[in-house]
């Protein structure tokens, strides 16, 4: 029988959105992993009756509960004796958790105020799970077909927990894992992969195909159910070629991979150096670049040209061209990337010129006119992007020009066909 | 009659912990800021049974109910069919929202595929909201005690939409007004500005003082409630008076203010010109200043000089400082602000040069050393900084470092002492 999850994390702070429920995605994938079905997150404050409802909810719709939160020394810290009492289990007191306890507070030199002590009662033959990384203990225990975790609410505490101890506990009940394999999309949106690929998303069931819309890009997973990892990987190999096959070179990475991750490792690998000219990204493309660590080994600067002297004094971009042409042009976007190659002596440089928005420029050209080039040894390509839609989203049209700024990079290092949008 | 409000994200990527559930939180804080009372955010995934269950459980317990994600073109887009379901509704197409999605194609250049239009298609009798970020409307509607919006997952979309269009939907059911002004605060940490604060913050309940921590600064919110606006305020204004009398120019700004926003505005209003040389930040600042509309009156330009070759062939940095002393000191970060000056031929420039990490310098300086400096018509400032606490964090040096930077052209804007931290 396949065990169904339910997260319930207690805390006002969350219901009021001052807190946001990380642990829940945190705990999520960990569970995932496991091969256990998060099927409900709930929050719910801290509250006695409510959080009590929201436990016998829990019973009636999952087998898992893992709670977060409300175990700590204040009165408002409710979740182990609400559980306690919805499995009719007495709270018993762990002198070995109150000594964990002082001595915490003995090694971080601060004085111990007695309501830390509560922390040590936990419900009557539960596994105590340690907390190496605060004050309140965690516990689980099993109740006919159920199957319960607490652990404190600070991600930092609950997650290491949950790794440590928790998921040891919760093995036993895992049928194998889910994997997942995450394909990484730049130039579609998601209808035109979701019309691709539709037929095929429907039919399959294992592994399942799902696309996701990111920041100016795409996902696609493909998640696997099987006993082990081998076996998961070998349902997902064959649809991954069947739709690397479909997509080809508009994947352009896997996983965690990013635009500027790909780059900077391209670059790297090959010993080439980066620079950037931008003007309407105004530093977005070398800030993305920068992110990453390691990025000194390729980035050699960049220059935020923002204004038509700067293109002409330090790209050495020609005044009568920007006079003739205006600044958001193909030949000014070539005129900028070849100067910052030269300026920064770096062997490739891209730029973007064009209209951010919220208004047109003074020569009328639409928000979202955007002209992103790259300059490299064996030459110099550009691609003129249509980036409006709501005229009040600049950030989308500045992060867009430095996507497609990232990709001429990444094509050009694959040896692709550079201007294809 | 006080309402109940249940947040139901729809969404198996929240489920799988791929996305965090964001949107709950910022939801959350709008919502209590008109008075309404969230007591549930619950998440389930794109499957149709549980979905519509757990419409049922938010019907039974919660009088307002805002669903968020599930109203894209995919076929796992379930919610508004659900939702009208389990209220009897029928689906209706909406030629206007047809109009709007196709536009928003025909603008952003884009092909449209035919299964866009099935987001044209809302509940009878709905409020359509618009969505000016995207390409799925959300929906509004009465029905008997329950009041139903539904919302975009993706943050971008979902936010602003329920701002503009929901937020006023939903007013018709807050009794009274909740009211807040919120202070921005740079220079101090929670902790400080809490314990500096916490007795008055215990002993007012109405308006409430509450501090948040945000990515390297802090904001502290009064909220009152009261029949009108009004009197709301009357309630706010003398708590804001003593608070602004604790915390002096700690203070930089209010509302939705942002330090580049105070800069950029404050620079604009007199008419002055900026410019950046940035080392370890990368383009950040420059980046910041640019995401404002209007910035171009503003800034001139920057230079990203992440190598020393830049630092002297563009910005003038003398290689023999740099040799002598290594990239990361005060006189370097002095040069390169000087140089930006000269070089961008702006009225003030603003420079960043430090370790952001992961790994010590070259030179063995920690991660976390950095310097940042204003040079200026009167003069030259520099600022040393220790962000070791954040050493696992290169981006929270980062944001940190432009923070600073941003902090001293606010604070000589406004005739401050500009080196104090």
Redesign the interface.
Known sequence: MSHIVELLAVGTE?????????D?????????ALGLN????????DNPE?LS??VE?AKS?ADVIITTGGLGPTCDDLTKKVVAQSFGKAMVYHPECADAIRSYFACSGRAMTENNLQQAWLPEGCTVLENRWGTAPGCAFQSGRHFVVMLPGPPRECIPMFKEAAAPWLSQLSEGVICSHTLRIFGW????V??LL?DR??ELTNPTL????K?GEMEL?ITAKAADQAAAEALIAPVEREVRGLLGDLIYGTGEDTLEKVVLEGMKARGLTLG?A?SC???????R???L?G??AV?????????N??KT??LGVSRQLLEEQGAVCAEVARAMAQGARR???CDAAVSATGV????RDERGNPV?LVYVALAAPDGCWVRKL?????S?????V?IMAANHALDMIRRWLAGLEIERI
Chains 1, 2 share one sequence.
């Open positions: 969350l219901l009021l959105g001052n807190t946001v429920n990380s829940a995605q945190m705990l999520a994938r960990e569970l995932s998060v099927y409900y997150h709930s929050v719910v404050g409510r409802q929201s909810l719709r949106g998601e209808s035109q979701e019309s539709r998303m429907n799902a696309p996701y819309a920041e997973r950037t931008e990204t105004g530093g977005l493309i070398a800030k670049v920068t992110d660590p990025s000194s980035l050699r600067g960049g220059v935020v040209s923002y204004t002297e700067v004094n330090v300026v920064l002596g951010a928005g919220p208004d979202g249509n980036l409006a839609g709501a009040d989203r600049r950030d989308r500045r």
